[in-house]
């Protein structure tokens, strides 16, 4: 029989799977993950289901400009927004938009937060002059392969809070982990 202080912690653990099946949801690290990877991240995920989850760290700028994501877009067309280093799976160019209506080719995450995969869908919003404070581009992903986020929040690398389109476009985002975790 399990004491009560054990069955609280299952609990826990497994109140903290269940909110981290939901698209939208944040992974904090906790003070426990030495990986450098994920060290001091505040991550949003993206999908998650039984045989994988993705996401999107929030908090690590990298020194690359929207120019050089996007060299065919002329000068002058909203090339100033900070690029984003969304994970060590270096697999493309993803977009959170912060909107009020869902814009073509997107995927809602959060309300009012979408994702945008299409790099011209990108460039359109970029184009348009869409403000860095309701855009932000990420180069890679964060990716977990079956049972392997479960995991790591049951060893308590991740702490699991509700995400909101506040936190996805802190406008500290640099402090941003120093706040939630």
């Known amino acids: 029989m399990l004491a009560m202080g ?12 269940v909110a981290a ?6 992974l904090v690290a906790t003070e426990s993950s030495r990986d450098t990877d994920f ?14 989850a993705t996401g ?18 002329k000068a002058g ?10 994970g060590p799976v270096l697999v493309g160019v993803n977009a959170l938009l912060r909107a009020k209506t869902p814009p073509a080719e997107a995927n809602r995450i959060l309300p009012r937060v979408y994702l945008l995969s299409s790099r011209a869908r990108m460039r ?9 404070g309701s855009l932000r581009v990420y180069l890679g992903v964060c990716g977990w392969g079956a ?28 402090t941003l982990w120093a706040r939630l975790h």
Do not use: Y
């Open 39 to 52: 060290s001091q991240t505040v991550v949003v995920l993206l999908d998650h289901d039984a045989h994988s």
């Open 77 to 86: 067309a909203g090339l100033d927004g900070t690029v984003w280093a969304g």
């Open 6 to 17: 054990h069955l609280w912690l299952v609990f826990a653990v497994l109140a903290g799977a």
């Open 124 to 132: 359109a919003e970029i184009a348009a002059g869409t403000p860095a």
């Open 147 to 174: 049972g392997q986020l479960e995991d790591e929040i049951r060893r308590g690398l991740w702490r699991v809070e509700p995400g909101s389109a506040g936190v996805v476009f802190d406008a500290q985002p640099g």
């Open 21 to 26: 099946q939901d698209r939208g949801a944040l």
């Open 56 to 73: 999107l760290v929030l908090n690590r700028p990298v020194k690359i400009s929207f120019a050089e994501v996007f060299p065919e877009l």
